[in-house]
């Protein structure tokens, strides 16, 4: 039987270039055909970024089951596996699992009851005060905001990066706006609504390089540091959200969990995307750590590779490309993790609840580089 789900590209707002995202409509996740699925998929990697309204009633079983589709024979280990279970994790304090159901994690702010068999949890949304180098003034902290850190979910060591990552709101606080300040010196900045979830594309952030960039990107392979939320605690960020500071501050192979090399991971600086076959520009700019160089050498300068990455990814998010999605009740989203980055934004005030579950799962291979297809 033919599917009915409806996939339309989101509407693009005046002096936007974001030509990702999609809504979709008459979908229920809850009870998805197989048909669905297939539109659901070919939608996906077409458009990045799917919206799909009114879907309060998913259980975290069924958001399971959508997001290990994307990647069926992957072993259904959540994307961190049991890293987050560190303590010194920069990304332990932000997630609480779901009993019943490992690997969804519940995410949000402020004090909940009773959820899915939690209780008694005390969320907290990530402010940049705890990540950035600078930060916003205490008295601009309710108008203003920043991206807090442009990522993609992977744990980059040992686990294979998700393909899809699930969010679905489940409560979301009365809507304001914040104004989004990269405080870069660009002067760029945008209205943005609270507690926005930002996404940049990748392969758009791909095509807006020069060729010579373009060549270099795709001839270059990331290698990620060992343990890398660790490895970064007690590094700062960029006032963008995009990488960190070089400071020296991260933390030294002694004072790591032990390391396995064959864990460590070299990845391509781009990622092909299996059904369009583009390039998307794909790095994990917090935790990147030395550049292979296509002449073999190792680039292993941590602030040079900094650099050069930045230099490459920020044009990806400038405020007319990115998507930054005013997220209501109900509303599920997924994401190609592998195609996209994506940013936690925003500063709620101590009684703005707002609770929301994500999921994504370790990849069952690594992410096609460039030479795939064209060897093909
Ligand atoms: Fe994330």
Known sequence: MASAVHVEPLPRAEGSEVAFGATVTNVDVENLTDADFEVLHKALFTHQVLVIKNQSHAS??????????????????????????????????????????????????????????????RLRHPHHRTFHDTVIPDEDDLECTRFYRWHIDAALYGLAPPVATTLLAV???????????????????MRVPLGTTAFADGEATYDLLSDADKAFARSTRVEYAPHPYIWMSPAKSRSTGLGLVSQGRELPASDLPPVDPAAVQVLPMCWRNPVTGRLALQIHPSAVRRLHLADGSVLDDLEKVRDIVYRLQRPGIAPARVY??????????????????HSVVGAFAEDEVRLFRQCNIAGSAMPQGPEVAAAA
């Open 60 to 121: 975290p079983r069924a958001q399971y089951a959508l997001t290990q589709r994307f990647d069926p024979t992957a072993g259904g280990s959540y994307g961190h596996g049991a890293t987050l279970d560190a303590k010194r994790s920069v990304l332990h304090p932000d997630l609480k699992t779901i009993p019943h159901q490992p690997q969804v994690q519940v995410i949000g702010h402020g004090f909940v009851a009773e959820y899915e068999g939690l209780r008694d949890v």
């Open 171 to 189: 409560r979301v606080p009365a809507g304001r706006t914040q104004t989004l300040r990269y405080d870069d010196g660009s002067g760029d900045e």
């Open 324 to 341: 930054a999605h005013d997220w209501e009740e109900g509303d599920f989203v997924i994401f190609h993790n592998r195609g996209v980055l």
